[in-house]
């Protein structure tokens, strides 16, 4: 669909709720059948009327419409003009790489995700892309580390795994005068607790597999913004290179997004109850979590973020062997990586999701334990933790 039909739906919902628009835009009842949900329009292609006379829909690696009611609706929860889909988070990522050119910069943020850390360090070089990694939580550094090639200043807030905040709009009028693109990925967060774009972002990055799916059944991704030549750009590109979602995708995504906001509610609630037991807890070093009110960025997360989200990460005393074994021992907490599901997922990141930073300067505790908090009730949550904790207690705290 064009840039401009996006934006006239965008305008009908403009003094909707978060909740009402997650449900209903770009998803009006089938005008065939009347079906309430967006039909699955598995098709790879669409009969046109006369040759260059069709009714927006040409071929499904252009457009589809089961994809176009997904960008209509992240458009709109996240505030923005127009929204691209992908084949997942990394393709997401990868097409904004596009905007670059060789002797391009990049800035990192060095707690990132290991995948954007992987894609930027072991594969942007290889095309004459040069990156530095900074502490975005200190201003002046950030500052400090932008250049005059500078092209994209890539924020995670929260982090992933340390759950740093990062001020958006601090980094925004740093850039004010300067023609980086700031980007900032938002799925530790979901539009439902935090709207980049409205604190200054260029552009927002979600993994719609995390929480806008929220089921932990399809791998997804996303781009929002409001400039209409990154809009056009990414979409040549994205149409050019083919990092599409099928339809079948996109469908269960906006399944997924009706109940955003009710799962969010949940998710943060679960977190605050988890990382508050986790804080009473001998074996546990340092928890993180950005609702606790000694956490650095507690101050800016509660300015620019609705709730505090369901990730909570920890260290546990007596190293590897504690860790690795605690994350063993929990029954509802799955060890699996990836994250945002209605399930609890515990993992350790220094052997999984950010192995790729190993060897880095950037990498992670080894006694670093990651936990997606579900909607399970807290009640066995904790249960299930405490099991875990008196598990290992032994190995933590050995008898004299």
């Not at 329009?41 to 009714?55: I, M, P, R, W």
């Not at 589809?64 to 084949?87: D, H, I, K, M």
């Not at 990730?311 to 929990?330: D, I, P, Q």
């Not at 515990?346 to 080894?366: F, K, N, Q, R, Y």
């Amino acid at each position: 669909m064009s840039l401009e039909k996006d934006l006239e739906n965008s305008e009908l919902w403009n003094s909707a709720a978060f909740e009402t628009r997650a449900i209903h835009v770009g998803q009006e009842p089938d005008p065939t059948t009347g079906a309430v949900i967006t039909p699955i329009f598995q098709t790879s292609t669409y009969v046109q009327e006369a040759v260059g006379v069709h009714k927006g829909f040409e071929y499904s690696r252009t457009d589809n419409p089961t994809r176009s009611a997904l960008q209509s609706v992240l458009a709109s929860l996240e505030g923005g003009a127009w929204a691209l889909t992908y084949a997942s988070g990394l393709a997401a990522t990868q097409n904004i790489m596009y905007l670059l050119r060789p002797g391009d910069h990049i800035l990192l943020s060095d707690d990132s995700y290991g995948g954007t850390y992987r894609l930027v360090a072991k594969i942007m070089t290889n095309y004459g892309i040069d990156f530095s990694l900074v502490n975005m939580t200190d201003l002046e550094a950030v500052r400090a580390g932008i250049r005059p090639n500078t092209k994209l200043v890539w924020v995670e807030t929260p982090t992933n795994p340390y759950l740093k905040i990062v001020d958006i709009r601090g980094v925004a009028n740093l850039l004010q005068d300067h023609p980086a693109k700031l980007v900032v990925d938002n799925t530790f967060a979901s539009p439902y607790l935090q709207q980049p774009l409205n604190l200054g972002a260029d552009m927002v990055l979600h993994s719609t597999t995390k929480y806008i799916g929220g089921h932990s059944d399809v791998v997804g991704g996303a781009v929002i913004g409001n400039d209409p030549d990154t809009f056009n750009f990414l979409k040549f590109n994205q149409n050019a290179a083919g990092a599409v979602p099928g339809p079948f995708d996109c469908w269960l995504t906006l399944r997924g997004i009706k109940t955003l906001g009710v799962r969010m509610e949940r998710h943060c609630s679960n977190a605050r109850e988890v990382a508050a037991f986790l804080q009473t807890q001998e074996i546990i070093d340092r928890v993180y979590y950005p609702g606790l009110v000694d956490h650095p960025g507690h101050e800016i997360a509660a300015r620019q973020m609705r709730d505090f989200s369901g990730m909570v990460s920890f260290t546990t005393r007596g190293g590897f062997e504690v860790a690795s074994e605690l994350a063993a021992k929990t029954k509802l907490f799955q060890l699996a990586e990836s994250l945002g599901g209605v399930e609890s997922l515990i993992e350790h990141p220094g052997l999984m999701t950010h192995a790729s930073v190993a060897g880095t300067g950037a990498e992670v505790e080894a006694n670093l334990i990651r936990l997606s908090v579900g909607i399970e009730h807290i009640d066995d949550l904790v249960a299930d933790l405490k099991q875990a904790i008196a598990a290992v207690s032994t190995i933590a705290t050995p008898a004299d």
